[in-house]
Structure formats: structure tokens, C-alpha cells
């Protein structure tokens, strides 16, 4: 037996958060990223008093950045309330029980932890901040509770990232400074010097591809790690078709200019969801998605024109339905 999921929340109910949301941060943010632009382009004056009075208003803006980034999630807080309470299982809604002094105080003491680290708490900062929306996200009185650790995020960030990624730079640098020393050597032009740049950057290109991949993997793996009412809910996946998958699905997006990328997403939401298990002891549940290539492609184009059309004011409407005509879809299969 399968049971579908769907999603009540209207655009009505979030258009005035959307406002809010456009006013005192998309509008803000954009003007300050602007001045710290401007203040990067222009040459500094003569003197020390010039020099420090350019550093310091770098610095003033780069901190109303920071403020302004901690608003953005203090109305991303009512945004994923509203969101969690929309969504229905068994004609019972999702209840939500945070509240925001208790993720504020949260957010910003995770936030002041990661600047000091200079970012190495950050892998904690997203566990935590996972933690809080999943423990007070609940349906029939029983709650969520995620599993992962922040230890093995750090390891994922690490081993499926940063490592890759300073190899990868160390390549591309020896190969850019083997080309200079050749050219200096022999003081001139090397036609096959042009051949080694677009290998350069075919390779940068396909290994920054395959790095995010990677990534991209096995941090939605870490994510999907939660227990409810005694359930175990994981992937069940192997890592080479996942990634051969998740590379079929961002080639084509790739080559379509993205015009395929919507469908894209569905494929690989489906595979995934089709993967999803909750186990606990004598039973087991398997998640899925219907699956509509054609419908969805239209479905969704359509939500993204519309949102285009109008600027983003209509994306309350565009995200609710979306969220629904996907939700509607999914089901848990007993």
C-alpha cells in the first residue's frame, strides 16, 4: 500500500514573509555586496589615513553583512515553520515546536564558534542547526530525530572536497608553470602551448564536475540519517551507480544549457527516494516517486517562467506548488 504526501501551504499565506524577506535582505545584501565592489575597484589614495579609511569602510560593510546574514535566517525561521506545518502524511499535518529565541540563540552562539575557527566548526554549525528543525518537527506527537555527526561531516568535507580539490590545483599549477618554464626557454610561442591550455581547462572543468559529485553525494547520504517512531530512515545506495546517476542527469542539464535541469532533478530525486529505506525490526518501509517526465518538465517550466516574468514576486506561489505537485508524488510504501 502506498501513502502520498502533500503540501497546504498557499501562496497567500506566504507572500507577506516573501515581502519581508525582499525588503530587508535580498534589497540590503545587494546594495552593501555593490559598495564592497566599488570600494575593491577603486584605486587607493596616497597616505596611510587614505589606506585605513578604505580598509575600515571595507570592514564596516563587511560586518552589516554579517547582520544582515543572521536576518536572513531569522526569517528563514518562520519560512521553514511555515514549510514543515504545510506538510501532510495520513491526513495529519507535521507539527513544529521550535522556538525563536531557542534557534537565534543557537544560530548566532554556531555562528560567532565558526568565525573564531575560521570555519572549522562549520561541520557542527550544520549538524546542529539540522538537529533542532528535525527534534521539533513532529507528526502524531512523535518526533524526528537526525542521527549524523558533525565529526564525520568534517571528514566528508575533507576527504570528498577539500583534499580533491588542492589536488586538482596542484595539477593545474605544475602544468601552468611547466608551460611558462617552456616558453621562457625556448622564447617564443609554442603552438602546442595552446593545446595544453584548453587541456588545462577541460580538465579543470571535468574535475570540478566530479569534485561536487562527490561531494554532493555524500553529504545528501549524511543528511539522509534519521529515526522516527522506531524506524531507522537511510539511502541504501552504492556509491559508483550514484555518481554515475547524479553524472548522466548534470551532463545533460550541462548540454541543454540547462533547460533539461528541472527534469533532472526529478530523475535524481526519484532514484534517490526510490533508494530511501526505514527499517526497524520486523518491518520495513521503501519511499518512491511517481514519475512523469513530460508533466513535470511543463509543471515546473512553467512555475520558473511565471517567477521570471514577474521579477519574484510570484515565487510563494511557484515554490507552494511546486512543493505540492512533488509531494503529491511521493509515497511511502509499507
Given at each position: 500500500?502506498?501513502?502520498?504526501?502533500?503540501?497546504?501551504?498557499?501562496?497567500?499565506?506566504?507572500?507577506?514573509?516573501?515581502?519581508?524577506?525582499?525588503?530587508?535582505?535580498?534589497?540590503?545584501?545587494?546594495?552593501?555586496?555593490?559598495?564592497?565592489?566599488?570600494?575593491?575597484?577603486?584605486?587607493?589614495?596616497?597616505?596611510?589615513?587614505?589606506?585605513?579609511?578604505?580598509?575600515?569602510?571595507?570592514?564596516?560593510?563587511?560586518?552589516?553583512?554579517?547582520?544582515?546574514?543572521?536576518?536572513?535566517?531569522?526569517?528563514?525561521?518562520?519560512?521553514y515553520k511555515m514549510a514543515i506545518e504545510a506538510v501532510e502524511f495520513k491526513e495529519k499535518v507535521f507539527t513544529f515546536?521550535?522556538?525563536?529565541?531557542?534557534?537565534?540563540?543557537?544560530?548566532?552562539?554556531?555562528?560567532?564558534?565558526?568565525?573564531?575557527?575560521?570555519?572549522?566548526?562549520?561541520?557542527?554549525?550544520?549538524?546542529?542547526?539540522?538537529?533542532?528543525?528535525?527534534?521539533?518537527?513532529?507528526?502524531?506527537?512523535?518526533?524526528?530525530?537526525?542521527?549524523?555527526?558533525?565529526?564525520?561531516?568534517?571528514?566528508?568535507?575533507?576527504?570528498?572536497?577539500?583534499?580533491?580539490?588542492?589536488?586538482?590545483?596542484?595539477?593545474?599549477?605544475?602544468?601552468?608553470?611547466?608551460?611558462?618554464?617552456?616558453?621562457?626557454?625556448?622564447?617564443?610561442?609554442?603552438?602546442?602551448?595552446?593545446?595544453?591550455?584548453?587541456?588545462?581547462?577541460?580538465?579543470?572543468?571535468?574535475?570540478?564536475?566530479?569534485?561536487?559529485?562527490?561531494?554532493?553525494?555524500?553529504?545528501?547520504?549524511?543528511?539522509?540519517?534519521?529515526?522516527?517512531?522506531?524506524?531507522?530512515?537511510?539511502?541504501?545506495?552504492?556509491?559508483?551507480?550514484?555518481?554515475?546517476?547524479?553524472?548522466?542527469?548534470?551532463?545533460?542539464?550541462?548540454?541543454?544549457?540547462?533547460?533539461?535541469?528541472?527534469?533532472?532533478?526529478?530523475?535524481?530525486?526519484?532514484?534517490?527516494?526510490?533508494?530511501?529505506?526505514?527499517?526497524?525490526?520486523?518491518?520495513?518501509?521503501?519511499?518512491?516517486?511517481n514519475l512523469a517526465s513530460g508533466d513535470d518538465f511543463l509543471t515546473i517550466w512553467g512555475q520558473i517562467l511565471l517567477?521570471?516574468?514577474?521579477?519574484?514576486?510570484?515565487?510563494?506561489?511557484?515554490?507552494?506548488?511546486?512543493?505540492?505537485?512533488?509531494?503529491?508524488?511521493?509515497?511511502?510504501?509499507?
Amino acid at each position: 500500500m502506498k501513502n502520498y504526501f502533500k503540501f497546504n501551504l498557499t501562496g497567500k499565506k506566504l507572500i507577506p514573509l516573501w515581502l519581508l524577506f525582499i525588503l530587508l535582505y535580498i534589497i540590503p545584501y545587494s546594495v552593501v555586496q555593490n559598495q564592497i565592489q566599488e570600494l575593491s575597484n577603486i584605486q587607493q589614495g596616497n597616505g596611510i589615513i587614505s589606506h585605513f579609511l578604505q580598509i575600515g569602510n571595507v570592514f564596516s560593510l563587511k560586518v552589516l553583512s554579517l547582520i544582515l546574514f543572521v536576518l536572513e535566517y531569522a526569517i528563514l525561521f518562520y519560512f521553514y515553520k511555515m514549510a514543515i506545518e504545510a506538510v501532510e502524511f495520513k491526513e495529519k499535518v507535521f507539527t513544529f515546536s521550535g522556538k525563536f529565541e531557542s534557534f537565534m540563540s543557537l544560530f548566532i552562539s554556531n555562528l560567532l564558534f565558526t568565525i573564531i575557527t575560521i570555519g572549522i566548526y562549520s561541520p557542527w554549525f550544520l549538524t546542529n542547526m539540522y538537529k533542532f528543525f528535525a527534534t521539533n518537527s513532529k507528526h502524531e506527537g512523535h518526533k524526528l530525530d537526525f542521527k549524523g555527526k558533525g565529526s564525520d561531516l568534517l571528514v566528508i568535507i575533507l576527504v570528498s572536497f577539500i583534499i580533491p580539490l588542492m589536488v586538482f590545483s596542484a595539477i593545474v599549477m605544475i602544468g601552468a608553470i611547466i608551460g611558462g618554464i617552456m616558453k621562457i626557454l625556448l622564447q617564443q610561442e609554442i603552438p602546442e602551448m595552446s593545446g595544453l591550455v584548453i587541456g588545462l581547462i577541460c580538465f579543470a572543468i571535468v574535475s570540478i564536475i566530479l569534485i561536487s559529485i562527490n561531494f554532493t553525494y555524500h553529504f545528501y547520504k549524511w543528511c539522509v540519517n534519521l529515526s522516527f517512531k522506531g524506524y531507522e530512515i537511510k539511502f541504501e545506495t552504492e556509491f559508483w551507480p550514484s555518481v554515475q546517476q547524479i553524472l548522466i542527469q548534470v551532463v545533460l542539464s550541462i548540454i541543454s544549457f540547462g533547460i533539461y535541469a528541472p527534469v533532472a532533478s526529478l530523475r535524481l530525486y526519484q532514484y534517490f527516494a526510490e533508494r530511501t529505506v526505514a527499517r526497524k525490526e520486523g518491518s520495513v518501509k521503501k519511499f518512491g516517486y511517481n514519475l512523469a517526465s513530460g508533466d513535470d518538465f511543463l509543471t515546473i517550466w512553467g512555475q520558473i517562467l511565471l517567477c521570471i516574468v514577474t521579477l519574484g514576486i510570484y515565487f510563494p506561489w511557484a515554490y507552494c506548488k511546486i512543493c505540492n505537485y512533488v509531494l503529491c508524488k511521493t509515497y511511502v510504501e509499507e
